[in-house]
């Protein structure tokens, strides 16, 4: 797939649908940060380290796995060498999306930091540049503000306000991100694509160490992304 035309100016009516749309993914993702604030205290850290986890690390799954090893005791590099283990599959997303944004300079570096599963849902099925831009740092932005407000007011808190998972914040924004991505399964091969990964990635959870199965379920992805581009038949 090449990357989107760009010179075609968004009207109004998409910039305000695309900002819209990133704002409530933020709303979503931001908000379960209050969830790592008090779990990060509760594992032992400080607010301020807490805080720094999310404002210097900023992917959810890596510093909730981070935490989840210091809280049962394990030595902080087992935690660190885990949530880098997680953290692998942004780069997944890195090869797709920097032809897709055409950043570069420092650009690109700020943009490397909200890579996230929110902000490429929000830009990959986008018809321009402009608005894949537009959607990936209004996601990015505000998921990056929210998530780390939210961090420090868990923090703060501690564990008095108990799990947010109580709530159905962590199914809300799985939710959201396959509403996002959903329009993209409208082709036979990637629905058998997703419905290969899936199963691949259920078959490894009892099997493997947390993360294995994310990265394994990519694969899946770049290998058929490799064999489409070799011209392999349907």
Do not use: K
Request: one cysteine or more; a positive charge; glycine letters at 14%.
């Amino acid at each position: 797939m090449s990357p989107p035309a760009r010179a075609r100016p968004l009207p109004r009516q998409e910039r305000r649908t695309i900002v819209g749309e990133s704002l409530a993914v933020g709303v979503a993702t931001g908000a379960y940060g209050i969830s790592f604030g008090a779990v990060g205290v509760a594992a032992g850290l400080s607010v301020l380290q807490t805080c720094a986890l999310s404002l210097l690390v900023f992917t959810g799954a890596s510093q909730f796995a981070l935490v989840g090893v210091v809280a049962a005791g394990g030595v902080p590099l087992s935690g660190a060498m885990t949530a880098v283990l997680l953290g692998t599959r942004n780069t997944l997303y890195g090869l797709r999306m920097a032809p897709l944004l055409a950043f570069r300079g420092w650009r690109r570096v700020a943009a490397a930091h909200v890579l996230l599963d929110e902000s490429t849902a929000m830009a990959i099925n986008r018809g321009s540049t402009a608005a894949a831009r537009l959607g990936f740092l209004t996601t990015g932005v505000a998921v990056f503000v929210l998530w780390n407000v939210a961090t420090l007011g868990g923090a703060l808190v501690g564990t008095t306000l108990g799990d947010p998972r109580a709530f159905g914040l962590d199914a809300a924004v799985g939710a959201a991100f396959l509403a996002l991505l959903w329009p993209r399964l409208s082709d036979r091969r990637h629905r058998l694509v997703a419905v290969v990964a899936a199963g691949v990635a259920l078959g490894l959870v009892p099997l493997t160490a947390a993360g294995v199965p994310v990265l394994a379920a990519g694969g899946v992805a770049l290998l058929a992304g490799a064999l489409d581009r070799t011209g392999a038949p349907d």
